[in-house]
């Protein structure tokens, strides 16, 4: 996979789990671009729903255990969380997703 580096200071980015972190060790902070064109973003979204739907389908077939437990539900919801900073690692290093302060090598 391609590297990413911090264009302020230079350093690599650390990513861990697969997860981009929210700013470098020199302050610099990454967030999303504004999307350029109308194709770029609908394929961006196809791409991040692809990504995204073994979760919605492990979702589909546990609802009735979600229903019953708030544990099951939790640990649900943080993998959620979990798989869309992947997902989003993933598009940033594929290139479909821009973010400022980040160069892709």
């Known amino acids: 996979m391609k590297k990413m580096y ?6 690599e980015v650390p990513v861990r789990f697969g997860m981009i972190p929210n700013r470098c060790t020199c302050g610099a902070e990454f967030h999303e671009w504004n999307k350029n064109t109308v ?5 961006c979204m196809i791409t991040f729903l ?7 389908v492990i979702i589909y077939f546990t609802r ?11 640990i649900m919801l943080v993998a959620f969380i979990i798989c869309f ?6 598009l940033v290093r594929i290139g479909m997703l821009k973010m400022r302060n980040i160069e892709i090598k």
């Open 39 to 43: 194709k770029n973003t609908a394929l």
């Open 85 to 90: 900073r992947q997902a989003e690692g993933i």
């Open 50 to 56: 692809l990504l995204m739907s073994p979760l919605f």
């Open 64 to 74: 009735n255990f979600l229903r019953d437990s708030i544990i099951l539900y939790a």
């Open 6 to 11: 911090c264009m302020k200071c230079g350093q």
